[in-house]
């Protein structure tokens, strides 16, 4: 096997071809010098604004799209090849620009060929941004990649000096870029082809060995199929795709676009961008469907938000059967799709619906494979930052719009609408007054089918209406006026169902939510639930005016956006409120509690994951500003909620959405009346508060708000519960633990322990069986702040009582933090063996608890793993763990600064002790300083174990 080249031939094989390209470009003696004269960024901004042409903004946007490559040729060429400046690439890149913007016919295909290869370069710098240390083989990628970049600018240069006039358009144009776009063809397939080989490079860095133990490092990834034979799963937005109308030319250009080379390993993708309700989604799944023969899976991801798209991705993973995949452990299961996607020989299309933000998108983007990418959304920038192509829908003409409806109403009347007939004159008005508008035409329907009209009965009815629509999202008045007059036909029951799924997630709402069982009772406004014959007349209603859809396999309901938008504009503000407080009681209902012992979610995870879009979609709404000048009041219910989710939030380490429900949290809770803001919905949230800012390492507010926590809680003079006392001076104690406040932390676990032995006394317990939890947390920040023997041996205790209980109640995770202390305290004695078998076991408990495997505490017990291991001496080994760990907080190193800091100190520790490593030693140590610093002004000059560990909360420090 040929051996990769090494810098120096890399560095001698850039520099020929860049000597090259100036020898192809020179014309009428012309020179080097006079291109790279033009070497500053803003030279070639400044040909954006001057060009003040119709197709100015093409040229804005290539010129946007070059700053990627810009950007790749200095982190990647410049820093490893001994060139010390753009200069270079900067001037060829400014001469394109120049020709492009100076030509007319041609500017635009040109402009958008160029900013796609920009796009795959980004696709490229974004992989391997997640990679510590670039082997050689990727150097070479990278050099391969600028080379066929230049060699494509250099033609774009050459045809644009010819002398000769572009045509205007059409099959002439065509003919005269058609060597560009093979040059540009044969780029992508280079590009893709070193995405793929940088891909095949760093699995290794991912893979565990088939005789690994859970204790083993997170990820499982590779070059495997679904686990066997298993037929891959084929995901539908709802029902199965049966009829669809028209679009015909955008299927044929969709087929031009992703026609398929046995040949090509790139990976296609197209935008469909239009306004809401024009019918994109229909579109995609149209497309996908008559692909259905041609692939081995199609893979649908809801894309509207982070947690949506999230647990899309989970789901989607759990249907391949692939392996490695957790149900709660999204960051993983990401990770194991996409490297699937990226490697697999099976052939996918996958969709991303309703996306809005594209460095959302980004994150979950497969950047090779046998496949097809397609985004529907709102946002154009999708068309120009990530997809190759993209593709406006906009509404039908009105010839459509009849047809359309015709299409709608055939299965039910049987006939055609007559041709030259009142029928039709009123359908063609109907369709111009709507627009073309297919949601719009698909409601009207909806109502014909209803009512049973002729078209001229609907026609009457909706004539009559006014045209002034005082309310709605719509410009077009007719369009309003018709979601009005759906909506007014509902019934009561009808009316209150929409009204609460408009407050919710739209996709995916589940059908038990409306289901009571056993003793549960529904919510005031949805009484009639509890009567089956009532509840689904009046989703009937829904179904067949076409305002909800069932998906049978799911037993759940979706409802398009614009109709929750439209019903929540449409409503009046009583009504507002009233299905707001509904909705929020139902989620209210189902969502899990704490256990009043552990005062945690451990092992309710999956039920939380269920429902926490529905909390997220609350949140939003309550947000939510409105035109008419209302504003929500929140119920009881919607804030104990939120403290509910809030806490599931903080188990699984999602600070984002965390610190946006706080904060809405805040102000709903303010819109209660003083007899309703409870101490217990106060004294939680500020607790939640608390504890957010200390992960985040802001301990000294963090801490001010844990000590308002427990003052709210003494606020109570009757029906005071001694255990949220003892937790909320635990709480203060480890945060003064975690910031050397040790007098003052002693102070506070003698609080806390004072209230167990209250909370044991309440309960006739003997006074040293309060939880083994509760003593196992007291236990950890004691061993940060007493030297005694007191913690260990509550540690001990509590590892027995874990032990004692039935195996359906064994709180996998509180007995890893217990084995997690046991081991650092073991390594403070020097006893390195056991301290390496309490971190294992550490880790073997939390894996088999079938918990997240990227969490932050596994990557500290492979961050232990790894210390204990250079302790002993064993360089490989440390590395190995610590390295398992640097992939692991990288996950979260913008949030949990500290946990990352301290991994790449110490693997520059390991490192610098190898032969032939001391240079990545030296730069990972820089990292970890400056994160340090930035973190932690205080932390000063002094640079050893401890100070880093101090940046981490003592709970898993």
Not at 136 to 160: D, R, S, Y
Not at 394 to 410: C, P, T, V, Y
Not at 570 to 584: C, E, G, K, P, V
Request: net charge neutral; hydrophobic share 40%.
């Amino acid at each position: 096997m040929t051996e990769p080249e090494g810098d120096v031939e890399l560095s001698a094989r850039w520099f020929y071809e860049v000597n090259l390209t100036f020898e192809t470009i020179k014309r009428d003696g012309g020179s080097r010098d006079k291109i790279v004269l033009h070497n500053k960024w803003p030279d070639v901004r400044a040909l954006a604004g001057k060009d003040g042409s119709q197709g100015a903004g093409d040229i804005g946007t290539l010129v946007h799209q070059l700053e990627s490559l810009i950007r790749f040729h200095k982190q990647y060429i410049c820093s490893w090849l001994n060139e010390d400046d753009t200069t270079t690439i900067r001037g060829i890149v400014w001469l394109a620009v120049k020709l492009i913007s100076q030509e007319t016919a041609a500017k635009q295909p040109i402009a958008k060929l160029s900013g796609d290869i920009c796009r795959q370069i980004q696709s490229l710098a974004d992989l391997l941004d997640g990679i510590q240390g670039l082997t050689p083989a990727m150097k070479g990628a990278c050099v391969n990649v600028l080379v066929a970049t230049v060699t494509f600018f250099t033609e774009v240069i050459n045809l644009l000096r010819q002398d000769h006039v572009f045509a205007a358009g059409g099959s002439r144009l065509d003919a005269q870029l058609q060597n560009l776009r093979s040059e540009h063809q044969i780029t992508k397939t280079t590009i893709d082809q070193q995405i793929n080989r940088v891909i095949n490079r760093s699995i290794p860095l991912f893979q565990v060995d088939a005789r690994a133990t859970p204790s083993s490092p997170a990820f499982q990834h590779g070059r495997s199929e679904n686990g066997g034979g298993t037929k891959l799963p084929f995901d539908w937005p709802s029902e199965r795709p049966k009829r669809f109308f028209d679009r015909e030319e955008q299927i044929r250009e969709m087929e031009n676009h992703f026609a398929y080379s046995a040949e090509s390993p790139c990976v296609r993708s197209l935008a469909i961008h239009g306004m809401g309700g024009v019918g994109k989604t229909s579109l995609a799944c149209k497309y996908a469907w008559q692909q259905r023969k041609r692939i081995d899976t199609m893979l649908w991801f809801k894309s509207e938000t982070a947690a949506s798209l999230r647990q899309s991705f989970t789901q989607a993973a759990q249907r391949l059967q692939l392996p490695g995949v957790r149900a709660d452990d999204h960051e993983e299961n990401r990770h194991v799709l996409l490297t699937w996607l990226q490697t697999t020989n099976k052939r996918w299309i996958v969709v991303f619906d309703n996306a809005r933000d594209v460095e959302l998108v980004k994150l979950y983007w497969p950047l090779s494979g046998c496949g097809q990418v397609l985004v529907t959304t709102r946002n154009i920038e999708f068309e120009f930052h990530l997809t190759d192509y993209g593709m406006r829908l906009d509404n039908w003409d009105a010839a459509h719009g009849i047809k359309f409806l015709e299409h709608l109403l055939s299965p039910a009347s049987g006939r055609r609408i007559p041709v030259h007939s009142i029928a039709t004159e009123n359908a063609r008005k109907l369709a111009e007054k709507l627009e073309g508008h297919a949601l719009a035409i698909s409601l009207m329907a909806g109502m014909i089918h209803r009512r049973a009209w002729s078209v001229e009965e609907f026609f009457a009815t909706y004539h009559d209406r006014p045209d002034e629509v005082l309310n709605g999202i719509f410009e077009n008045k007719s369009i309003a006026s018709l979601w009005n007059c759906t909506f007014e036909s509902l019934t009561t029951n009808s009316a209150t169902l929409l009204g609460v799924m408009s407050f919710l997630q739209p996709d995916g709402v589940l059908q038990s939510l409306f289901v009571p069982k056993g003793t549960r009772r529904m919510p005031d406004g949805l009484a009639f639930c509890h009567r089956p014959s009532e509840l689904w007349d009046a989703f009937d209603a829904l179904l067949v005016q076409a305002l909800v859809k069932r998906v049978r396999q799911t037993q759940t309901f979706t409802v398009h956006r614009l109709v929750q938008s439209s019903y929540k504009h449409f409503m009046d503000q009583a009504s507002r409120q009233r299905n707001f407080h509904t909705a929020s009681a139902l989620i209210h209902q189902v969502f899990p509690t704490q256990d009043r012992k552990a005062a945690t979610l451990w092992l309710r995870w999956a039920e939380c994951e269920r429902y926490l879009q529905h909390v997220l979609a609350l949140r939003d709404s309550f947000e939510q500003k409105w035109d008419d000048g209302f504003k929500m009041i929140a119920s009881t219910e919607y804030c104990e909620l939120s403290n509910m989710c809030q806490r599931y939030l903080i188990e699984t380490n999602r600070y984002s959405e965390l610190e946006l429900l706080i904060e809405t949290n805040f102000k709903a809770i303010g819109t209660l009346p003083k007899t309703e803001q409870s101490i217990a919905l106060r004294a939680n949230l500020a607790s939640h508060k608390g504890q957010l800012r200390c992960r985040q390492g802001n301990y000294d507010d963090g801490l001010q708000w844990l000590k308002n926590s427990y003052e709210i809680r003494n606020e109570s003079t009757h029906g005071r519960r001694p255990e949220n006392f003892a937790w909320s001076a635990s709480n203060v104690a480890e945060a003064c633990a975690s910031m050397s406040r040790d007098k003052e932390a002693l102070e506070w676990i003698e609080r806390c322990r004072n209230h167990w032995k209250e909370w044991t006394s309440v309960n006739d317990l003997g006074s040293s069986l309060w939880p083994p939890n509760a003593k196992s947390s007291l236990a950890v920040i004691l061993s940060w702040v007493d030297s005694s023997d007191t913690a260990r041996e509550m540690l001990l205790e509590s590892a027995e009582q874990f032990k004692a209980v039935p195996m359906e109640e064994f709180n996998w995770a509180a007995s890893a933090y217990t084995s997690f202390a046991l081991g650092r305290i073991a390594r403070r004695d020097g006893d390195l063996i056991k301290a390496e078998n309490y971190f294992n076991e550490a880790q073997n408990s939390w894996v088999l608890g079938d918990r997240s495997r990227t969490a932050s505490f596994n990557g500290s017990c492979m961050y232990r793993l790894g210390c204990v291991a250079l302790d002993q001496g064993k360089l490989e080994a440390a590395v190995k763990h610590l390295r398992d760990a640097l992939v692991v907080t990288e996950l979260r190193k913008s949030v949990l600064v500290g946990e990352h800091a301290r991994v790449l100190f110490k693997l520059s520790e390991a490192l610098d002790r190898m032969r032939g490593k001391g240079p990545e030693a030296a730069r990972l140590r820089i990292q970890a300083e400056a994160m340090a610093t930035k973190l932690r002004p205080s932390v000063g000059a002094a640079r050893i174990e401890a100070d880093f560990d101090a940046l981490v909360g003592c709970m898993w420090r």
